[in-house]
């Protein structure tokens, strides 16, 4: 099941510059798109999601970006901070339905 | 901030025995959800749950499992007659009100099938 991919496995990042991580998908039906973040021996956290009526979405440090047409969305990080060493998750849900279809995630690395 | 609670944290079960897995969603939450990931692979989606019936249940789950909310608080995941390709972190989670709402994940039950 490829339909929500994250082609990087690993991101390194200077702390105080941009982080952006992508994720392309190929099913059309996706309509909700969300960033997830983990850390080690934790769960999934919610943090920004964006609707396919939209374009953008912002939330303090955290913007996402989607690109309907080339079925890819972004999520931007600025300033990175130490803090947001984790791996990322991107996950879509489709028209009519909750089920959330997961990427396989990348590794974000801030270093001080 | 409220979260979703899981335990036990890490269950170890020998095979074929049967092992039922607990969640404490969110209060005001009104729709839960199990997924797994085995260990190298990716978070899958096994079942969602609202108005205390299944309301969507993935091609993993098959008659193996079961959910059920047997209280106004808890939402429990049971593996009947587990295989060792049970292994696997089991996350609970809840959102308010389902479609296009974040949901809130809890920190997992990792379960070893020996």
């Known amino acids: 099941d490829q339909q929500v991919k994250q082609n990087s496995p690993s991101l390194s990042v200077q702390e105080g510059r941009i982080s952006i991580l992508n994720c392309d998908y190929t099913n059309s039906m996706f309509d909700y798109f969300l960033w997830y973040k983990k850390y080690p021996a934790e769960g999934p956290t919610f943090l920004i999601s964006i609707s396919s009526i939209k374009d953008k979405n912002e939330d303090g440090r955290f913007t996402v970006f989607l690109n309907k047409s080339a079925k890819h969305l972004s999520l931007h990080i600025v300033p990175s901070q130490p803090g947001d060493s984790a791996v990322y998750f991107c996950?879509?849900?489709?028209?009519?339905?909750?089920?959330?279809?997961f990427g396989t995630g990348t590794r974000l690395t801030i270093i001080p | 901030e409220p979260e979703v609670t899981q335990t036990p944290s890490h269950q170890v079960t020998q095979m074929g025995q049967e092992v039922i897995l607990r969640c404490v969603p969110i209060?005001?939450?009104?729709?839960f959800y199990w997924y797994r990931q085995i260990l190298g692979q990716k978070v899958e989606f096994l079942v969602s749950?609202?108005?205390?019936?299944?309301?969507?249940k993935s091609e993993i789950f098959d008659d193996q499992f079961s959910v059920e909310r047997p209280d106004g608080s808890n939402f429990t995941l049971k593996i009947r007659s587990t295989k060792l390709e049970d292994s696997a972190m089991y996350f609970c989670?809840?959102?308010?009100?389902?479609?296009?709402?974040?949901?809130?994940f809890g920190d997992g039950t990792r379960l070893s099938i020996l």
């Open positions: 989670a809840s959102s308010e009100t389902g479609k296009n709402q974040p949901q809130h």
């Open positions: 749950f609202y108005n205390n019936e299944i309301s969507e």
């Open positions: 209060s005001n939450h009104l729709y």
């Open positions: 996950a879509a849900s489709a028209v009519g339905n909750e089920k959330l279809t």
